[in-house]
């Protein structure tokens, strides 16, 4: 039975259902136990948003309270992994990266490939990305890219509480390390969400709009913008099919080239800073394979290349919009845009 649940309690229910199913599956994060236990407090604090709110009172020990240091709790649930565990770690916002990098760069992601195969590392890593918080340059960045770049690591970045459910434990079940990334935007947006368990295969991208007169791809809070761009564009005539990549790392090239082929243009959406980002991956791909198919020059919608300003306007200018992606479309398409 499906119910209409935001994206932040679908992400709740995937890792109680994984923690009641496994009990291997630990979770490890600064403040997600918080003040439980002490006095005035019957309930954890759930992280920095909540999002793993009332897991404690379930699953007790297995949630573990760590100190301020990325670099120890994300290298002890990595250890852990190793060691025949399941943890799934919460990073807050993936911008701390940097603190933690060599864990993740040196160790999770090369131990399947110095062991000949024989290491298994089944450990997740949640982090909250993205821009339009007002939470400044440190906590704003969407470095998918970075991770995505990674031999041995999965990016996951779903657009919507369906998607963050299945997404989450099938990363959960994978045996190799999963960044798992949250935009924090999206954690109020609700959908139609089954109560019971399922999982979504990495590496297959979902055609949520079909079109005829080119193609839109985009992942996370870009999927949105990129439909909303697909209505403004219906009022001049221009039918925009809309692909949501769902996983980066495998990243289903396959479905996008196809629709390129056949509307013959391009547009990818990404938060991401535009040099070596997701978008200028895709587009590489698409001219690399379906040049002769296309009927103009791939467009790329992005963030400029500057850290995110705090300053709410420049803030709102920052990230791709749903006009930005139409002003795209119209200009591969020479069509000018209904009022």
């Known amino acids: 039975m499906a119910r209409n649940i935001s994206f932040k309690q679908a992400i709740n229910e995937a890792l109680d259902l994984e923690m009641r199913r496994d009990p291997t599956v630990i979770i490890l994060g600064e403040d997600i136990v918080g003040g439980a236990g002490s006095p005035g407090e019957t309930d954890a604090w759930g992280g920095v948003l909540g999002v793993t709110k009332g897991l404690n009172a379930k699953h007790g020990g ?3 309270d760590t100190p301020l240091s990325e670099s120890a709790y994300i290298g002890a649930a990595i250890g852990a992994a190793a060691c025949g565990m399941r943890p799934v770690a919460e990073l807050m916002f993936l911008d701390f990266m940097g603190v933690c990098f060599d864990q993740i ?3 999770a992601a ?5 062991f000949g195969g024989k290491a298994k590392t089944p450990v997740v890593i949640r982090a909250m990305v993205g821009a339009g ?3 400044a340059a440190q906590h704003s960045q969407m470095l998918t890219p970075i991770f995505t770049h990674v031999p041995g690591l999965k990016v996951v970045c779903p657009s919507n509480a369906y998607d963050a459910k299945g997404l989450l434990i099938q990363s ?9 990334c949250e935009h924090k935007n999206l954690y109020g947006l609700e959908t139609d969400v089954p109560a019971e368990s399922y999982a979504i295969p990495f ?3 979902n055609v949520i709009r079909e079109g005829k007169d080119v193609t839109i791809v985009g992942y996370g809070l870009t999927v949105h913008r990129a439909l909303e761009a697909a209505e403004k564009l219906a009022k001049s005539r221009v039918e925009a099919e809309v692909i949501d990549l769902r996983t980066l790392s495998p990243i289903d090239l396959d479905t996008v080239i196809e629709s390129a082929e056949k509307t013959g243009r391009l547009v990818v959406v990404d938060e991401a800073n535009p040099r070596c980002s997701i978008a200028a991956d895709v587009v590489a791909a698409v001219s ?3 040049f002769e198919a296309l009927k103009a020059a791939p467009q790329m919608v992005t963030a400029p290349h500057t850290p995110v300003p705090f300053s709410p306007v420049l803030e709102d200018l920052y990230i791709p919009s ?3 992606i139409a002003a795209a479309v119209s200009r591969i398409t020479k069509t000018a845009l209904a009022a």
């Open 110 to 114: 090369k131990f399947k490939y110095m």
């Open 133 to 135: 918080f007002r939470a």
């Open 203 to 205: 590496g297959e991208a």
């Open 62 to 64: 297995r949630l573990l």
């Open 105 to 107: 760069l040196n160790q």
């Open 322 to 324: 749903a006009d930005s």
């Open 172 to 180: 959960i079940r994978d045996d190799d390390p999963v960044i798992f």
């Open 288 to 290: 690399q394979n379906a």
